[in-house]
């Protein structure tokens, strides 16, 4: 039983590595880097993540998120200065770990993982037409109908091999059976080589060449809080979608502490920072890929592709690896998401909707941040509208107010507006068992009622609060009797 679950583990490993292979160059390339760069990050961080993270089955690598956001960094001050920023979104990261804030992402609602997963989905796909582009035009005649068709065998046999065996991942057999075939027959199509050349000797250790001041402080401090950001909240819903999938457990304070040292690790070899890379993830899931030995075959292959097997390797053919992610856009897409949009609440689908766009055009960071502020405040609006009071004259006339609800920012004036302190009699009792405090807006609105009905010469009487909204006013000096 073992032995099985290594060689599973084994297989997907190896898939995924075929997988990293040009998102790590194209990443690279991006951030205005030398691909080698790219893919030394891609082995430090996808193995030591593996060995050491918090999440067994996510694959990690030099993500396209961190990219976009060094690439500045990169055009204005040099690569030393990006290596320098990786080591200090490392510390960042083993910070955010350590202070256990990964629960943190608790905070995200559901709708906004749809719309995060979605909207990665999209990327993924969009991004494999770059494929279809020579020199920056459009592939037309025999080349477009060589991509295509290849493209479509990789993405067939992909979905229809499971129905056969489930002995060796689908996407294995479709790199490598299509890499084969493009080779046997000699058909003209654009190759992995065609991108870089990825051979390469093992990465150096040296600290990164800048004056250590705090000048250089000052110019890659904002870099590096950005870039741990972005890298902790992508692992994070990351490591969410994975412990989904997998129905089980993973840790997100050691995730990120994980995370954060092998940045460091990778920023001391000279190697790009990263996270976790949903696509890969997806891929390595799909395949079998559960335990940590899988992520530990993907980052170590990474090497061997540089240090032994890059002319093997830059003869994949493009068109392969762009049929695979093809596939795995398809099967990241929250397809349900569609179904339930005339089920779920319109803020929900709002939230869905919003998410995935602001996703494809923008960034990860914002779109995420977009939806959990259109959450909460759709939330504090719906909790506002909630509250409301019972009322009745007793037999000694005075009048007795029973408050339901939460009591907050939102919900003051709703509060306040329960109340009529000018034909009220002159003893008010107000009943707190079901009315809950939560900030000092609350307070405040309390200490308003009660000077209201002072100011008409009438006693308000509360009584019923929770221990917890006792503190809470007796630390603001309310008096509540």
């Known amino acids: 039983m073992k032995f099985k679950r290594l060689r599973a583990d084994a297989l997907a490993g190896l898939t995924t590595s075929f997988a990293l292979l040009p998102e790590c160059i194209a990443f690279a390339l991006v951030a205005h880097l030398n691909p080698l760069m790219g893919l030394y990050g891609a082995f430090i961080i996808c193995t030591l993540t593996a060995l050491f993270g918090g999440r067994p089955g996510m694959i990690s690598g030099a993500a396209g998120s961190m990219a976009v956001v060094i690439v500045a960094l990169v055009v204005q001050q040099g690569v030393q200065y990006l290596l320098a920023t990786v080591l200090l979104g490392g510390l960042v990261m083993i910070a955010f770990g350590l202070l256990r804030l990964g629960k943190l992402v608790r905070m995200v609602p559901h709708s906004v993982m749809l719309g995060f997963v979605n909207g990665l989905a999209i990327i993924i796909a969009l991004a494999q037409l770059e494929q279809f582009k020579s020199e920056g035009a459009?592939?037309?005649?025999?080349?477009?109908?060589?991509?295509?068709?290849?493209?479509?065998?990789?993405?067939?046999?992909?979905?229809?091999?499971?129905?056969?065996?489930?002995?060796?991942?689908?996407?294995?057999?479709?790199?490598?059976?299509?890499?084969?075939?493009?080779?046997?027959?000699?058909?003209?199509?654009?190759?992995?080589?065609?991108?870089?050349?990825?051979?390469?000797?093992?990465?150096?250790?040296?600290?990164?060449?800048?004056?250590?001041?705090?000048?250089?402080?000052?110019?890659?401090?904002?870099?590096?809080?950005?870039?741990?950001?972005?890298?902790?909240?992508?692992?994070?819903?990351?490591?969410?979608?994975?412990?989904?999938?997998?129905?089980?457990?993973?840790?997100?304070?050691?995730?990120?502490?994980?995370?954060?040292?092998?940045?460091?690790?990778?920023?001391?070899?000279?190697?790009?920072?990263g996270c976790a890379m949903i696509g890969q993830?997806?891929?390595?899931?799909?395949?079998?890929?559960?335990?940590?030995?899988?992520?530990?075959?993907?980052?170590?292959?990474?090497?061997?592709?540089?240090?032994?097997?890059s002319p093997l390797i830059e003869h994949i053919p493009l068109a392969a690896l762009v049929g695979v992610m093809f596939v795995v856009s398809q099967q990241t897409f929250a397809w349900a998401s569609l179904r339930v949009l005339n089920k779920v609440p319109l803020n929900d689908v709002l939230v869905i909707v919003a998410v995935t766009a602001i996703t494809v055009f923008t960034d990860l960071a914002t779109a995420v941040l977009c939806g959990i502020i259109i959450a909460a405040l759709n939330f504090a609006w719906q909790q506002a509208r909630e509250l409301y009071a019972d009322s009745h004259l007793e037999a000694d006339g005075s009048k007795f107010y029973c408050l339901h609800g939460t009591l907050f920012f939102a919900s003051t004036?709703?509060?306040?507006?329960?109340?009529?302190?000018?034909?009220?009699?002159?003893?008010?009792?107000?009943?707190?068992?079901?009315?809950?405090?939560?900030?000092?807006?609350?307070?405040?609105?309390?200490?308003?009622?009660?000077?209201?009905?002072?100011n008409a010469g009438k006693h308000l009487r509360v009584f019923h609060l929770s221990e917890r909204c006792r503190r809470l006013l007796k630390r603001a000096g309310v008096h509540h009797d």
């Open 138 to 273: 459009w592939l037309n005649g025999s080349a477009l109908y060589v991509m295509s068709g290849l493209v479509a065998v990789t993405m067939a046999v992909v979905y229809l091999l499971p129905r056969l065996t489930s002995a060796v991942p689908p996407a294995l057999v479709a790199i490598l059976g299509v890499g084969l075939a493009v080779y046997l027959l000699g058909l003209p199509t654009r190759t992995l080589g065609d991108m870089a050349h990825i051979a390469g000797g093992l990465p150096d250790f040296a600290l990164p060449q800048v004056p250590w001041t705090l000048d250089t402080l000052r110019i890659v401090a904002p870099y590096a809080v950005l870039m741990a950001l972005v890298g902790i909240l992508e692992t994070l819903l990351t490591l969410n979608l994975t412990d989904e999938i997998t129905e089980s457990r993973g840790y997100p304070d050691r995730e990120c502490v994980a995370l954060g040292a092998a940045n460091m690790v990778s920023g001391l070899f000279g190697g790009m920072g």
């Open 281 to 309: 993830t997806v891929i390595n899931l799909s395949s079998s890929g559960r335990g940590r030995f899988s992520g530990v075959v993907a980052g170590v292959m990474i090497l061997l592709f540089v240090l032994f097997l």
């Open 413 to 454: 004036t709703p509060f306040l507006n329960q109340f009529d302190p000018v034909n009220d009699p002159a003893h008010v009792t107000l009943d707190c068992r079901h009315l809950s405090f939560v900030d000092y807006s609350a307070i405040t609105a309390l200490k308003t009622l009660r000077e209201r009905y002072d």
